[in-house]
DNA sequence: GCGACAG
DNA sequence: ATCTTGTCGC
């Protein structure tokens, strides 16, 4: 599969949700995780340009093991719902240059709780053909009601036929809970709990919360472009 | 027409 | 996401 993501337009991207939808596959994570990966993309306010990251980080104990840093020019604006189309491209280059792939991919956005179920964390499982799943701050799409104030509590994300699409998860006591759904290659269940495990003493998971850092740090100079071992 | 709206 | 300091609460 080839996508043009630069002269791509917002109609042309929905119809080609539409088509990837259908390469989904959600289905129980099976198989022992050794390796588990974050993802995040920063940017200077008004500049062309992304900074993306991917973070390999040893499981179950969550210990950085090596990341991949990448700077790229993007067209496509943000636009909520279509946010693949401005952050994968990068982040598949970043992927290209890991030497260590990952079991599963931890995105910042959605999987399937999403308009056309289509989100960046399904979007980038298809294209890898990995295990991913989605771990958003806010909600983008669903109904669910409040988990209950205590860490560990959750409820379930319901799309408007009532058909559940994720889990709003609480990681830490009375603070905002997460949206978590599966990318691909997982199922709801699994992919809220493999989140769960990848929480230590912060609100997100371990994964995103590291690559945050390692992007920020190299857009402002502090960390090189390319791969490296820790 | 109004409200919602990942990063 | 980014622009930005201190401040309130557990």
């Given at each position: 599969?080839t996508?043009d993501?630069?002269?791509l337009?917002?109609?042309?991207?929905?119809?080609?949700?539409?088509?990837?939808?259908?390469?989904?596959?959600?289905?129980?994570?099976?198989?022992?995780?050794?390796?588990?990966?974050?993802?995040?993309?920063?940017?200077?306010?008004?500049?062309?340009?992304?900074y993306?990251?991917?973070?390999?980080?040893s499981?179950?104990?969550?210990?950085?093991?090596?990341?991949?840093?990448?700077?790229?020019?993007?067209?496509f604006?943000?636009?909520?719902?279509?946010?693949?189309?401005?952050?994968v491209?990068?982040?598949?280059?970043?992927?290209?240059?890991?030497?260590?792939?990952?079991d599963?991919?931890?995105?910042?956005?959605?999987?399937?709780?999403?308009?056309?179920?289509?989100?960046?964390?399904?979007?980038?499982?298809?294209?890898?053909?990995?295990?991913?799943?989605?771990?958003?701050?806010?909600?983008?799409?669903?109904?669910?009601?409040?988990?209950?104030?205590n860490?560990?509590a959750?409820s379930?994300?319901?799309?408007?036929?009532?058909?559940?699409?994720?889990?709003?998860?609480?990681?830490?006591?009375?603070?905002?809970?997460?949206?978590?759904?599966?990318g691909?290659?997982?199922?709801?269940?699994?992919?809220?709990?493999?989140?769960?495990?990848?929480?230590?003493?912060?609100?997100?998971?371990?994964?995103?919360?590291?690559t945050?850092?390692?992007v920020?740090?190299?857009?402002?100079?502090?960390?090189?472009?390319?791969?490296?071992?820790?």
């Amino acid at each position: 599969m080839t996508i043009d993501y630069n002269t791509l337009t917002v109609p042309q991207a929905t119809q080609l949700q539409k088509e990837m939808k259908d390469k989904i596959v959600l289905s129980p994570f099976t198989g022992k995780i050794n390796y588990v990966a974050g993802t995040d993309i920063s940017f200077d306010k008004f500049s062309t340009h992304v900074y993306a990251g991917i973070t390999v980080l040893s499981f179950p104990d969550l210990k950085p093991v090596a990341y991949s840093l990448i700077r790229k020019e993007v067209h496509f604006p943000y636009v909520p719902g279509y946010l693949a189309f401005r952050e994968v491209p990068a982040l598949l280059d970043a992927w290209e240059q890991l030497e260590l792939k990952p079991d599963v991919v931890v995105l910042d956005g959605h999987g399937i709780a999403h308009p056309r179920r289509m989100g960046i964390a399904s979007h980038f499982g298809v294209l890898i053909n990995r295990p991913t799943l989605g771990c958003a701050k806010k909600k983008l799409y669903g109904i669910y009601e409040e988990p209950a104030e205590n860490a560990g509590a959750w409820s379930v994300l319901y799309d408007k036929q009532q058909q559940p699409i994720g889990s709003v998860l609480r990681t830490k006591n009375k603070i905002k809970p997460v949206f978590v759904s599966p990318g691909h290659l997982t199922d709801i269940a699994d992919s809220r709990q493999i989140v769960e495990q990848c929480i230590t003493k912060y609100r997100l998971p371990e994964p995103t919360r590291l690559t945050h850092n390692f992007v920020n740090q190299f857009r402002l100079g502090a960390l090189e472009a390319g791969f490296h071992r820790l």
